[in-house]
């Protein structure tokens, strides 16, 4: 999981590196080209076999999902300082909770429903609606989010038959067709100082969401999301040293309390779902 959050630093870095300079579809397709080839040698030794899926509607649903969360991504960092956005997407879990809850049938209990609403309540004190100038790139991150957690919530969905290397390839190849159609009207030809940063995001993205995925897979997200906490910490102290953003008092204490409302939401649900499993083996176990 550390791992996970150094990567998702340095893509965010590397994004922010690049704006105004280069297009939100253009880095998009370079961060698909680059995650494609990446798997390219993992397909070759292993053969085509290791890419059957049995739920590739999935699979698109999710290119969807991610295509469209990481362009609101993309275009929210070079509006804002980094900390700000990546504190305002701390409400992923969030939005992970209700939908897991609508659409997986997963069992929450008003204790559930209630750090979820202080979690978004963390929001507010972010945006200051009325003492601060409204930027349109909040809300972008918050759509971000929102993307990003229904993703989760389908990717938890075929967890169980579909490999991470799989699931992080078909995401890439699933975007690419949509990014490459709309890259000529936003192609700006990249420069010799570009090409590292271009390089750092495809690969630290790829990074990223394997390890993700792998970490999910061996360990709960309540043990895991402290970790995930230090992508804040490290993000908003690059951004400082590069590019000298500066997030305001307001922006760290919105931030702990979405985390904190994120950290015992998924923790809360996660015992629910343990008892649940536990009470519905009890009658066969009995019989």
């Given at each position: 999981?550390?791992?996970?959050?150094?990567?998702?630093?340095?893509?965010?870095?590397?994004?922010?590196?690049?704006?105004?300079?280069?297009?939100a579809v253009e880095i998009l397709f370079f961060r698909c080209v680059i995650g494609v080839m990446i798997f390219l040698p993992w397909i070759a030794?292993?053969?085509?076999?290791?890419?059957?899926?049995?739920?590739?509607?999935?699979?698109?649903i999710r290119a969807v999902m991610m295509g469209a969360g990481m362009m609101f991504w993309f275009v929210a960092i070079a509006a804002l300082p980094?900390?700000?956005?990546?504190?305002?997407?701390?409400?992923?879990?969030?939005?992970?909770?209700?939908?897991?809850?609508?659409?997986?049938?997963?069992?929450?209990?008003?204790?559930?429903?209630?750090?979820?609403?202080?979690?978004?309540?963390?929001?507010?004190?972010?945006?200051?609606?009325?003492?601060?100038?409204?930027?349109?790139?909040?809300?972008?991150?918050?759509?971000?989010?929102?993307?990003?957690?229904?993703?989760?919530?389908?990717?938890?969905?075929?967890?169980?038959?579909e490999s991470p290397n799989a699931t992080a390839f078909y995401m890439n190849l699933l975007i690419l067709p949509g990014s490459a159609i709309a890259?000529?009207?936003?192609?700006?030809?990249?420069?010799?100082?570009?090409?590292?940063?271009?390089?750092?995001?495809?690969?630290?993205?790829?990074?990223?969401?394997?390890?993700?995925?792998?970490?999910?897979?061996?360990?709960?997200?309540?043990?895991?999301?402290?970790?995930?906490?230090?992508?804040?910490?490290?993000?908003?102290?690059?951004?400082?040293?590069?590019?000298?953003?500066?997030?305001?008092?307001?922006?760290?204490?919105?931030?702990?309390?979405?985390?904190?409302?994120?950290?015992?939401?998924?923790?809360?649900?996660?015992?629910?779902?343990?008892?649940?499993?536990?009470?519905?083996?009890?009658?066969?176990?009995?019989?």
């Amino acid at each position: 999981m550390l791992l996970t959050t150094l990567s998702f630093v340095a893509m965010n870095v590397s994004i922010r590196a690049l704006a105004g300079e280069i297009s939100a579809v253009e880095i998009l397709f370079f961060r698909c080209v680059i995650g494609v080839m990446i798997f390219l040698p993992w397909i070759a030794k292993n053969g085509m076999g290791v890419l059957h899926t049995q739920k590739f509607g999935h699979h698109a649903i999710r290119a969807v999902m991610m295509g469209a969360g990481m362009m609101f991504w993309f275009v929210a960092i070079a509006a804002l300082p980094l900390g700000d956005a990546i504190a305002l997407h701390f409400t992923l879990p969030l939005f992970l909770i209700v939908f897991a809850a609508l659409f997986l049938k997963e069992k929450v209990d008003w204790s559930v429903w209630l750090a979820t609403a202080l979690g978004f309540s963390g929001v507010l004190l972010i945006l200051r609606p009325g003492f601060q100038e409204f930027n349109i790139a909040m809300i972008y991150v918050l759509i971000s989010g929102a993307l990003y957690g229904g993703n989760h919530c389908i990717t938890k969905a075929m967890s169980t038959t579909e490999s991470p290397n799989a699931t992080a390839f078909y995401m890439n190849l699933l975007i690419l067709p949509g990014s490459a159609i709309a890259l000529p009207f936003y192609w700006v030809m990249p420069q010799w100082h570009h090409v590292g940063w271009i390089l750092l995001i495809g690969f630290a993205g790829s990074s990223a969401h394997v390890c993700l995925l792998r970490a999910f897979r061996y360990a709960d997200a309540n043990v895991l999301a402290p970790i995930d906490f230090l992508r804040l910490v490290f993000a908003a102290t690059a951004a400082y040293f590069l590019f000298g953003d500066v997030s305001g008092i307001m922006t760290w204490v919105g931030a702990c309390v979405i985390f904190m409302a994120a950290y015992y939401s998924t923790w809360r649900a996660q015992k629910l779902d343990q008892q649940a499993k536990a009470q519905a083996a009890q009658p066969a176990s009995a019989q």
